[in-house]
């Protein structure tokens, strides 16, 4: 069965430094990919997926994220961290059994 | 705007009564989703639908259900027999069912005592 590990329910970084969120897929066909975030109180919006177009992928607010298939890992970053960036992200996998499958979240906290 | 609205933001009800949360689309998508949110739990899947007049359980689909008599609506009725029904509902929709990306309403806080 699918399932997506998230390692770190809390990351905290300082502003301007880079911002790194590992996620851990498990997944017996080629998977879909997606990070989300939320801020507090809302819904969760996208911010980039991955469908085997393409390695490494950019998504909006300047985070990218990078699959690799031996790893098995679709960790997310961003080169410099702003205070907007403070929110909780997740990570998604889809593998065509109409259900996505969300991590558990990890809350970023970017000090001053 | 395109988009999906839910109602109401917060929702305080006493044990014991069932609750309809509202969830509705105007994005035009087929598929539909109902998720609850824990605090260090991410999402779990209620119910969703594939298309109109069809919907399937999902992970946690017990004490609560849904209707999908319209394409644009889903609301979720969390009924008596949900045991801890306290929580943060989210309510998505996507293209169609499968890889697609959803889209989030901004929640609703029920809140049971």
């Known amino acids: 069965a699918q399932s997506v590990t998230q390692l770190g329910s809390h990351v905290s970084v300082s502003e301007g430094a880079l911002v790194l969120l590992r996620c851990n897929y498990s997944?017996?066909?080629?998977?879909?990919l997606f990070w989300y975030v939320q801020y507090p109180n809302q819904g969760l919006q996208l911010l980039l997926k991955?469908?085997?177009?393409?390695?490494l992928v950019k998504g909006i607010n300047g985070f990218e994220a990078e699959f690799k298939k031996s790893e098995t890992s679709f960790h997310l970053t961003k080169p410099s961290a702003h205070m907007s960036d403070a929110a909780e992200y997740f990570c998604a996998v889809e593998t065509g059994g109409f259900k996505t499958i969300f991590g558990a979240g990890t809350r970023l906290f970017v000090k001053a | 705007d395109g988009g999906i609205t839910q109602s109401p933001k917060y929702l305080f009800r006493k044990e014991g009564q069932n609750v309809t949360l509202s969830c509705e689309q105007n994005l035009n998508h087929d598929a539909m989703y109902w998720y609850r949110q824990d605090p260090g739990q991410g999402l779990r899947l209620i119910y969703y639908?594939?298309?109109?007049?069809?919907?399937q359980k999902g992970d946690i689909a017990e004490g609560y259900s849904v209707s999908r008599e319209k394409k644009e609506s889903f609301p979720l009725t969390v009924t008596s027999a949900q045991k801890n029904p306290t929580a943060f509902y989210l309510c998505?929709?996507?293209?169609?069912?499968?890889?697609?990306?959803?889209?989030f309403g901004p929640g609703t806080r029920l809140t049971v005592t």
């Open positions: 991955y469908t085997s177009a393409a390695t």
């Open positions: 998505a929709s996507s293209i169609e069912a499968g890889s697609y990306e959803q889209y």
């Open positions: 639908s594939q298309i109109v007049n069809d919907f």
């Open positions: 997944s017996s066909v080629p998977p879909y």
